[in-house]
């Protein structure tokens, strides 16, 4: 398998080998034998990317000292915490009681940190409903859990920004709203239906219907609602071919379902994309 995986490669120009023979990482691509039914090769896999990690990106991955950055990886009802959003803080530093501005389905959210939370070892969990330690600050690359006021609009995929003052709060503003319109559209030409759930695969979705000649009408996160349904109809009646919806990792409302059903709309829901 592996002299097939070198030979095929090397069609395209690229040299290659298994990864224990290679003695340039820099000149041939490296192969690594894995297993994702018995795990066989995950370790290696794993030791050899921090390896050329630390060995050739140690200049690109090196952080700021300013405010910090980061991405909204999902939000969650946490018992006792209220709505929170779990968070991948890549640059910068994020400290207790700093404004941020996150991407909410509305708009921007401008709030303030009451707490910063990161997993406990797993040696230190003895009550599964205390997972959690809290910390002053954290410095990037870092994984936490943000508890604030105002998250319940917050969108898996958007941006996190600090901005402590007026000025870096209305940048941050501009700049969130400019990320999430690219991705979050609604046009007048015929075309399926999308909705995601986050900003991440909404994007995949939309680029992978796009590159297969498919149009898209409307692009957004979110449940399907009655409101899609009509925007679908609208659509079926020039193009019967294209009304259609179409939904990752998403619920469909009660009333939008009745409505699919009355008005003959197809909705495609799945939690896989390719």
């Known amino acids: 398998m592996i002299n097939k995986i070198i030979g095929e490669l090397a069609r395209f120009g690229f040299s290659s080998d298994r990864y224990d023979r290679i003695k340039d990482f820099t000149r041939t691509v490296a192969i690594v034998p894995t297993s994702a039914l018995t795990g066989e090769g995950i370790p290696e896999l794993l030791a050899l990317i921090c ?13 700021t000292e300013g405010p910090g950055e ?15 959003i779990d968070v991948i803080i890549f640059n910068g530093i994020l400290k207790k009681g700093d404004t941020i501005v996150v991407g909410g389905l509305k708009g921007p959210i401008v709030t303030k940190v009451r707490a910063i939370l990161l ?14 330690i809290t910390t002053e600050k954290v ?43 690219e991705l979050r559209f609604s046009s007048d030409i015929n075309g399926v239906i999308v909705k995601a759930d986050t900003l991440g695969s909404l994007e995949a979705l939309v680029k992978f219907l796009k590159s297969s000649g498919i149009p898209v009408r409307i692009s957004d996160i979110g449940p399907i609602s009655k409101k899609d349904i009509i925007e679908a109809t609208i659509v079926k009646r020039k193009k019967p071919e294209l009304g259609a919806i179409l939904g990752f990792n998403i619920n469909i409302t009660q009333e939008a379902s009745i409505e699919a059903k009355n008005r003959g709309i197809p909705i495609f829901v799945s939690n896989v994309i390719y």
């Open 139 to 181: 410095v990037a690359a870092a994984g936490v859990k943000i508890v604030a006021p105002g998250l319940e609009d917050a969108v898996g995929g958007a941006p996190v920004i600090v901005a402590n003052d007026e000025a870096s709060i209305e940048l941050a503003k501009n700049r969130i709203k400019e990320e999430m319109t």
């Open 119 to 132: 997993p406990k070892p797993l040696n230190e969990i003895r009550d599964p409903e205390d997972k959690f």
């Open 51 to 63: 390896g050329l990690t630390q060995q050739y990106l140690t200049d690109r991955l090196l952080t």
């Open 70 to 84: 980061g991405v909204v990886l999902e939000t969650k009802e946490d018992p006792g915490l209220g709505k929170t």
